[in-house]
């Protein structure tokens, strides 16, 4: 097991790699406006659970695999990209809807089948990365040490780590980035900036997933 000291750092590391400007935590960003901060929350849990799957990836050995093959690292990319641009489709033609009760609808609770689904959003954004998966062959394993126990466990354990300080910041931005989107459930003007905004973050970011190139 890593040390008290390697994991304090690790999770440092985490933080401030989880506040820093990127696809994931835009993508919590502009779903927590304009869907509401439990919308937010959902897809925080499916990004979560990617990072439990590049962990094993990179536990198992899969993530090698991936890295050295350029026709798995373009399939998946362009899947990503793919996916982006749907979202961006979706955000462009969704509807605005303004009424006396509109903050109160978007902070309405969610059903189980509409929780399920945005947290297989967030999985599907997250696993589509080839680069997060890049990320993690090249990051846990220098936070790993073979005189501590095995290998695969200590990564296992890294990335349980990275999971939970993502958990606290995006859960974070997803809260306060809902309460801003409900102040503008008021105003159509608002609603259609913050719809057009949000297609073309997500259209930047199919763009930049699918001219991608591998580093390994």
Do not use: E
């Given at each position: 097991?890593?040390t008290?000291?390697?994991?304090?750092?690790?999770?440092?590391?985490?933080?401030?790699?989880?506040?820093?400007?990127?696809?994931?935590?835009?993508?919590?960003?502009?779903?927590?406006?304009?869907?509401?901060?439990?919308?937010?929350?959902?897809v925080?849990v499916?990004?979560?659970?990617?990072i439990?799957?590049?962990t094993?990836a990179?536990?198992?050995g899969?993530?090698?695999?991936?890295?050295?093959?350029?026709?798995?690292?373009?399939v998946?990319?362009?899947?990503?990209?793919?996916?982006?641009?749907?979202?961006?489709?979706?955000?462009?033609?969704a509807?605005?809807?303004?009424?006396?009760t509109a903050?109160?609808?978007?902070a309405?609770?969610?059903?189980?089948?509409q929780?399920?689904?945005?947290?297989?959003?967030?999985?599907?954004?997250?696993i589509?990365n080839?680069?997060?998966?890049?990320?993690?062959?090249?990051?846990?394993p220098?936070?790993?040490?073979?005189g501590?126990?095995?290998?695969?466990?200590?990564?296992?354990?890294l990335?349980?780590?990275?999971?939970?300080?993502t958990?606290l910041?995006?859960s974070?931005?997803?809260?306060?980035?809902?309460?801003?989107?409900?102040?503008?459930?008021?105003?159509?003007r608002?609603?259609?900036?913050?719809?057009?905004?949000?297609?073309?973050?997500f259209?930047?970011?199919?763009?930049?997933l699918?001219?991608?190139q591998?580093?390994?």
């Amino acid at each position: 097991m890593p040390t008290l000291q390697t994991l304090t750092a690790f999770f440092s590391l985490c933080v401030l790699l989880a506040l820093s400007p990127g696809p994931d935590n835009l993508f919590v960003l502009m779903q927590s406006a304009q869907r509401g901060w439990r919308v937010g929350l959902a897809v925080v849990v499916g990004l979560c659970l990617g990072i439990l799957g590049h962990t094993a990836a990179v536990a198992f050995g899969l993530a090698a695999l991936v890295a050295a093959s350029p026709a798995a690292f373009t399939v998946l990319k362009l899947a990503g990209a793919a996916y982006l641009l749907y979202l961006a489709w979706g955000a462009l033609r969704a509807p605005v809807q303004v009424s006396a009760t509109a903050t109160a609808t978007h902070a309405a609770p969610l059903s189980w089948r509409q929780t399920l689904r945005m947290v297989g959003r967030g999985v599907v954004m997250n696993i589509t990365n080839p680069k997060v998966l890049i990320f993690f062959l090249a990051l846990l394993p220098q936070f790993a040490d073979a005189g501590r126990g095995a290998i695969a466990l200590q990564i296992v354990v890294l990335g349980s780590v990275f999971m939970l300080a993502t958990l606290l910041v995006f859960s974070a931005i997803a809260l306060f980035s809902g309460w801003f989107g409900s102040l503008l459930q008021g105003s159509a003007r608002a609603q259609r900036l913050l719809n057009r905004l949000a297609g073309l973050v997500f259209v930047g970011l199919a763009l930049r997933l699918a001219t991608l190139q591998r580093a390994m």
